[in-house]
């Protein structure tokens, strides 16, 4: 009985721990899940949060930058979706490369996901991550 009442206490334990993210971080391969999870419902606001702009984006200068680089990623978001759509929607996303690097104290990631559609063949997508100010991004650099 108190070996079972040990087993019930440490998946309860467990569970909570999960529950409140320690083991589910938001490093790259959550970031970018959710990533990729976005453009198969075509939800730009949900993916445009998960993007770093970097500073030359918003550089007062260019002021119509921004708004040419959103552009950008909602055309690929929105294509994306068309073409998981047209294949039935999406039945699965697994990650089939993770690599990690450091470049000049910048933590980066290359992600790729491969897009198993409910029909038709499976495609790869490359999304490169970096980390700022503790959080991990989809770049567009």
């Known amino acids: 009985m108190r070996k079972f009442l040990k087993i019930m206490i440490l998946a309860g334990m467990s569970t909570s721990i999960a529950a409140c993210g320690l083991f589910n971080s938001s490093g790259p ?43 950008k990623v909602n055309g690929y978001v929105m294509a994306t979706y068309q073409r998981l759509q047209a294949d039935g929607g999406l039945k699965e996303a697994k990650i089939v490369k993770n690599e990690h690097t450091l470049v000049n104290g910048v933590e980066h990631a290359t992600i790729v996901i491969q897009l198993i559609p409910k029909k038709g063949a499976p495609r790869d997508t490359t999304l490169q991550m970096l980390r700022r100010d503790g959080k991990w991004f989809v770049s567009v650099d």
């Open 29 to 71: 391969e959550n970031v970018a899940m959710h990533f990729v999870h976005g453009m198969a419902k075509g939800d730009i606001q949900q993916v445009d949060k998960l993007v770093y702009w970097g500073p030359e984006i918003h550089n007062s200068a260019q002021p119509y930058a921004l708004r040419l680089e959103e552009a």
